[in-house]
């Protein structure tokens, strides 16, 4: 695999935890891009912006925007 984006996140296509989210899935059902057509509640720019202080209500939101089929932080498995 080849890549020349920057050593943050382009870099991370290489990694496993990253790969492992295509896994069982066909180049059709990934290749669009999908867009956001409402606006955003104000609560994601806050967690963005770092208003909201406690971890729990951070986590909350995150699970509440979260794609399907998107991997979990509290999955430490997929960062190796």
Known sequence: MEHEEDP???????????????ENKSFE?????RTIKEPLPQEYFDALEGRIAEEEAAAAIMEKYRPPGHLRPDRR???N
């Open 29 to 33: 059902s990934i290749k669009a891009l």
């Open 8 to 22: 943050g996140l382009g870099a991370d296509i290489e990694r496993d935890f990253f790969r492992r989210q295509f």
């Open 77 to 79: 498995d997929h960062f």
